[in-house]
């Protein structure tokens, strides 16, 4: 999902609250607040020597220690918060969103859009963890199954051309 996405979701949806799912269907706690948005970029080189860049909105959201029957956060509140941050720092609406979450159960990460499920009251943006990946494995000569193998040995050898 990109920022423009959604901040049309959030429009077309503004009346309804606004949850977001992780790690088998567990569901951020609902007095969740957005506490910081980053406009991030990236700027990276692989291990073939490929440079590359890219723009993130990252969203962090903060679950507070404990909750007090509030209700979620609507989508009209959530627009209107990154609104005011998109006057101070504009957003690149190309930008992929990611999702800066953790808790005392789950580590904190960045996690990008997996699908959005939409009920007649709410919205779930259900989030997922980003894989690590070889953008240069034709540099490598690994191959999909190598890089898909679960063992932990390095297909990356010295001299290969790779790292």
Not at 114 to 143: N, R, S
Request: with cysteine; hydrophobic share 35%.
């Amino acid at each position: 999902m990109n920022t423009n996405q959604l901040f049309a979701l959030l429009k077309e949806h503004s009346h309804k609250a606004l949850l977001f799912g992780y790690s088998d269907n567990k569901i951020v706690a609902l007095n969740y607040h957005i506490t910081e948005v980053k406009h991030t970029v990236i700027k990276a080189v692989d291990c073939g020597g490929q440079a590359d860049e890219w723009n993130e909105t990252i969203i962090q959201l903060l679950e507070p220690k404990t909750y007090n029957g509030e209700p979620a956060m609507s989508c009209l509140k959530a627009s209107g918060i990154l609104n005011k941050v998109g006057k101070i720092t504009a957003y690149d609406q190309e930008a992929i969103v990611k999702f800066e979450y953790g808790n005392a159960n789950f580590h904190t990460a960045h996690l990008p859009v997996d699908q959005v499920l939409v009920g007649d009251d709410k919205i779930i943006i259900q989030l997922t963890t980003d894989t690590t990946q070889c953008k240069a494995a034709d540099a490598c000569g690994l191959t999909l199954e190598e890089l898909t193998a679960t063992e932990n040995e390095s297909s990356c050898t010295p001299g290969s051309g790779c790292c």
